[in-house]
C-alpha cells in the first residue's frame, strides 16, 4: 500500500491544501497542549511538595531539596519545551495563511513585472502616445533649455 497515492483519500491531504483548515486543526492540536500543559503545572507542583517532603534518616534539612532539583529541572525543561511547541503551532498557522496569501497575489505581480519590462525594453511605444496632447497639437519640445522643475514654468515663458 502506498501513502501518497492521490486516488486514496487522506484527511491530512485536505487539512494541508487549505490554509483554513490548516489554522483549525493546528488550534485543536494546541488546546489539546495546553490542557497537557496543565496538568504538567499540576504535576510539577505536587511533585515538588512530595520529593522535598522525602527525608531519609540521616539527612540534613536541605538534603532532601537537592534530591529534588533535578526531577524539578526535567519538568520545567518539559513545560517550557511544551509551551515552546504552543508557539510555533500559532506562528506556523499564521506563515501558512501568508504562504497562500503570497501564493493567490503571485500571478498579478508576475503581471506587473512582465509590463514593466515590456517598457523597459519598449521606452518610446508609451512616449510615443503621450507626445500629442488631445487637441491635435504637437507638444512643445524643451530639449536643454526647458524648465527643470515646476518652479521654473514661470521664468522660462515666452513672450507672446
Not at 499540576?42 to 531539596?65: F, K
Not at 534530591?67 to 509551551?83: C, G, I, T, W, Y
Request: without cysteine; glycine residues 6%; positive net charge.
Amino acid at each position: 500500500m502506498n501513502s501518497n497515492d492521490p486516488s486514496r483519500p487522506s484527511p491530512m491531504r485536505d487539512v494541508a491544501q487549505s490554509p483554513e483548515a490548516t489554522a483549525r486543526y493546528l488550534a485543536d492540536v494546541q488546546r489539546v497542549l495546553l490542557e497537557i500543559g496543565d496538568s504538567l503545572e499540576l504535576l510539577a507542583r505536587e511533585t515538588r511538595v512530595h520529593l522535598r517532603a522525602t527525608h531519609v534518616d540521616g539527612d540534613r534539612w536541605y538534603h532532601a531539596r537537592l534530591r529534588a532539583q533535578p526531577v524539578e529541572r526535567s519538568l520545567r525543561a518539559l513545560q517550557k519545551n511544551l509551551d515552546a511547541l504552543t508557539q510555533g503551532m500559532e506562528s506556523t498557522a499564521y506563515k501558512r495563511r501568508e504562504f497562500a496569501d503570497k501564493v493567490e497575489k503571485l500571478p498579478g505581480e508576475r503581471h506587473q513585472k512582465a509590463l514593466e519590462k515590456s517598457r523597459k525594453k519598449n521606452p518610446q511605444q508609451p512616449s510615443a502616445l503621450n507626445s500629442f496632447p488631445q487637441g491635435g497639437q504637437q507638444a512643445p519640445q524643451h530639449g536643454y533649455s526647458g524648465p527643470a522643475s515646476i518652479y521654473d514654468l514661470g521664468r522660462n515663458r515666452e513672450s507672446a
